[in-house]
């Protein structure tokens, strides 16, 4: 008794849990923040009726999943392609007890790993070529990366340096977007990324492991039964090997193995995990993404070898910001007219203003005429000129119209 009666409460929060958070999310009015709604967890919370509009958001949400192929070691190749062909590792050398941080992966096909003390890769590959890393330049990458991902994504949130999940309009194609970021990321970064297509964020991460390096693999909602069923618990997220090494001992080693167990016995025996377990091993995740790196405008800008002086000179600079900012608008998903438009303005001595104005037409001659009343707040050279627009707020019952 003094084992069943802390599990009934764990359930009994967790099953509270479940209705009050739905019951909010039925209730909660339309939310910049929060596009595409999850939906309660059908066999835990009761009853969901068809007609509601909130379970078939869920069933048609679109997630990609990006993460780069050995992304530091990636970088150096780029910088160096002389690299490209024999083993790499980037860490700290191993007389000062350094460790791996990542390998190229004919370095991998001699068994280094990440966080791989640097003597036992040596070991594993004596000709290793060993480099020091060049934090602030991945960072730099990591950030160009960001910004070719927001082009396409609802919703963005950056997991780490080199991940990222993207929420895209449920009416898209996800193949073909996630195809044109890897092309684009490999033409103007010089790496490649592999990608994930699934209706979750769990599965979408897996995902992306499928085909990797440069690839990528699609779980389509009919599929996602089959495709989790034979998944190894230890590649679900937050199944670390303690936890592995106790499902083990239970005999848990698939998905299809913990199908088996009833929520309650998962509850007991694992606690917060078992409920997770539960829900992963049905594909179920209803996680949002992170909505801190939810996008606000669309812009381009251009920084120009020599200043330019004199508005004329500044004006004629706007077909050609225009012809890209137009495009990256429709790569976006968005209409050029539906955005507020604004200028941006940086002068020779790094001083910078912008001028937006709701009211303004996103047109070549909207654009025109807000770079011309901001020309007139400095009498100085520009050194950078940038066009953009402000995104509408986003209402989910909307968002077959993009
Ligand atoms: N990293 C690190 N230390 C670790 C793991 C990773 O410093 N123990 C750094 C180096 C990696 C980057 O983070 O390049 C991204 O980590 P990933 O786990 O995505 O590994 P990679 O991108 O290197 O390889 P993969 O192709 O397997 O994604
Ligand atoms: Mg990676």
């Not at 596009?35 to 509601?52: E, F, L, Q, T, Y």
């Not at 070529?129 to 990366?145: E, H, I, N, T, W």
């Not at 895209?168 to 990321?185: C, D, G, K, L, Y």
């Not at 979408?204 to 990797?212: C, E, F, G, R, Y």
Request: hydrophobic share 45%.
């Amino acid at each position: 008794m003094d084992r069943i009666l802390p599990c009934i409460l764990i359930l009994f929060l967790y099953e509270y849990t479940v209705l009050l958070t739905s019951t909010a999310q039925v209730i909660r009015p339309v939310n910049l923040n929060n596009p595409v709604k999850a939906s309660r967890i059908d066999n835990v919370a009761g009853d969901v009726s068809p007609s509601d509009a909130t379970l078939v958001a869920e069933q048609q949400r679109k997630v990609i999943h990006i993460d780069c192929d050995c992304f530091f070691a990636s970088v150096e190749m780029r910088e160096n392609p002389a690299l490209r062909d024999v083993p790499i590792a980037i860490g700290g050398e191993a007389d000062r007890r350094g460790v791996v941080a990542t390998c190229n992966y004919p370095a991998r096909a001699f068994g280094v790993r990440s966080a791989m003390a640097t003597a036992q890769a040596r070991k594993l590959c004596p000709h290793l070529k060993l480099l020091p890393g060049r934090m602030a330049l991945y960072r730099d990458v990591s950030a160009r990366l960001m910004d070719i991902l927001a082009d396409y994504a609802l919703q963005l949130e950056q997991v780490s340096v080199d991940e990222a999940y993207l929420e895209i309009a449920p009416q898209r194609n996800a193949t073909a977007i996630a195809e044109e970021i890897r092309q684009r990321v490999r033409e103007e970064l010089g790496i490649t990324v592999s990608a994930g297509i699934a209706p979750n964020k769990f599965l979408a991460k897996i995902a992306s492991d499928w085909n990797k390096p440069d690839g990528q693999w699609v779980v389509r909602p009919a599929q996602v039964d089959e495709f989790v069923a034979a998944l190894p618990l230890k590649k679900i997220p937050g199944i670390g090997p303690a936890m592995e090494k106790k499902l083990t001992l239970y005999k848990l080693h698939t998905c299809a193995d913990v199908r088996q167990w009833p929520l309650m016995e998962l509850v007991r025996t694992f606690g917060r995990t078992g409920a997770m377990l539960y829900e992963r091993a049905r594909g179920i995740d209803h996680r949002l993404l992170n909505n801190e790196r939810l996008r606000k405008s669309v812009s381009v800008e251009r920084t120009f070898a020599q200043d330019l002086a004199g508005e004329a000179h500044c004006l004629a600079q706007i077909p050609q910001l225009w012809e890209r900012w137009q495009e990256r608008v429709e790569r976006s998903g968005w209409r050029t007219s539906a955005l507020a438009p604004f200028v941006k303005v940086k002068f020779a001595d790094f001083t910078q203003t912008t001028l937006a104005d709701s009211h303004e037409e996103a047109t070549t001659e909207g654009f025109s005429r807000l770079l011309q009343l901001a020309l007139k707040r400095e009498n100085k050279a520009v050194r950078l000129l940038g066009i953009g627009g402000r995104l509408p707020e986003v209402d989910p019952n909307q968002l077959t119209l993009f």
